[in-house]
C-alpha cells in the first residue's frame, strides 16, 4: 500500500477494506503525474493500465472501474463484472471484488453494513447528488444496497456505516443559482451548505450537501470529510487531482488532469 494513500478511519467492520489513492504512486507523466487511474483523460493507455495495475495488486482484490456519466445508477458486482459498465455507483457482497469510484473533485462515498456483509461506494458529484426530483444517487445507492438483505428500512439505516472521501472544499466550490435550486427546493435545509459569493453566485458544501442526504435516509454513521481545508481536492495540487484546478491549463480542455479511485471490498 502506498503511504501517502488515505486509509479511512471509521469503524468498519472485520473483513471489509477500503482505501483513497492520491496522485502519488504510479507511472503516468505529467500532467497526469502519476497515479492517474482514468482511462479517458489524455493519458496513455499503457500507463493507465500499469496504474490500475497497482492497485489491483495494493488490494489483493478486483477493482471494478465504471464509466461514470453523474447520473443514479447502481451496479451490483461480481467477479465477472468488466469494467466499463455505464453507472455512477456499486454495491457488492462477493468477496475481493472492489467497488471503485473515480473522482477529480466529486465526492466519493463509501458504504458498509455494520456486520459486514455488503460493500457500496457512489460517485456524488453536484448533479447526481441532487438527482431528479430529490432522489439522487445516495437515495438509489441505498436502496439497492439495503433490498438484498429485506431488512427493514429504518433498521437498515442504523446498521449503514459511510465515509466521505476527499472533493472540492466549500471555499473552492463556486456555483451558480441553478444548482443552490436543485438542493433547497427539495431539500430547505441545504440553504445551510450555500454561502453567497457575488450576485447569482454560491460557494456550495458538497460534503455538507451528501451529510444531510445520508441523515434523511436515516444514517446516523458518517465519516471522513467534514469540509475543511484538508479534504478539499482544489488545496493540495500535490496529492490530489483537481478538475476545477487543472482542465484547461495544458491547453487540452476537459481531461488534463489525472482521477484518484476511492476503493471498498470485501476481504
Not at 460493500?119 to 437515495?139: D, I, K, N, P, S
Not at 483537481?242 to 476503493?263: E, K, L, Q
Request: hydrophobic share 45%; proline share 6%.
Amino acid at each position: 500500500m502506498q503511504p501517502d494513500w488515505l486509509i479511512p478511519d471509521w469503524p468498519a467492520p472485520s473483513g471489509v477494506r477500503a482505501l483513497f489513492t492520491t496522485r502519488q504512486g504510479g507511472e503516468s507523466g505529467a500532467p497526469w503525474d502519476s497515479m492517474n487511474l482514468g482511462d479517458h483523460v489524455g493519458d496513455k493507455p499503457a500507463q493507465v493500465a500499469a496504474n490500475r495495475a497497482v492497485l489491483a495488486r495494493a488490494m489483493s482484490a478486483k477493482p471494478v472501474f465504471l464509466e461514470q456519466v453523474h447520473g443514479v445508477a447502481v451496479l451490483a458486482l461480481d467477479g465477472s463484472t468488466p469494467d466499463g459498465l455505464q453507472a455512477d455507483a456499486a454495491t457488492t457482497s462477493q468477496r475481493r471484488v472492489a467497488c471503485t469510484i473515480m473522482v477529480a473533485d466529486c465526492l466519493p462515498v463509501l458504504l458498509t453494513s455494520a456486520e459486514g456483509s455488503a460493500v457500496a461506494a457512489a460517485h456524488a458529484g453536484w448533479r447526481g447528488l441532487a438527482g431528479h426530483q430529490g432522489r439522487g444517487v445516495l437515495e438509489e445507492t441505498c436502496e439497492r444496497f439495503w433490498a438484498p438483505g429485506q431488512v427493514r428500512r429504518a433498521q437498515a439505516a442504523i446498521n449503514t456505516i459511510a465515509w466521505l472521501g476527499p472533493c472540492i472544499g466549500p471555499s473552492a466550490f463556486e456555483v451558480g443559482e441553478e444548482v443552490r435550486a436543485a438542493f433547497v427546493d427539495r431539500h430547505p435545509r441545504a440553504v445551510d451548505c450555500f454561502t453567497a459569493a457575488a450576485p447569482g453566485k454560491y460557494l456550495a458544501d458538497l460534503a455538507g450537501l451528501a451529510r444531510l442526504r445520508l441523515q434523511a435516509l436515516g444514517i446516523t454513521q458518517i465519516y471522513g470529510n467534514d469540509g475543511s481545508a484538508p479534504w478539499c481536492t482544489v488545496g493540495k495540487p500535490s496529492r490530489f487531482f483537481s478538475h476545477r484546478r487543472d482542465a484547461g491549463v495544458h491547453g487540452n480542455g476537459f481531461g488534463t488532469t489525472g482521477r484518484m479511485a476511492a476503493c471498498i471490498w470485501l476481504e
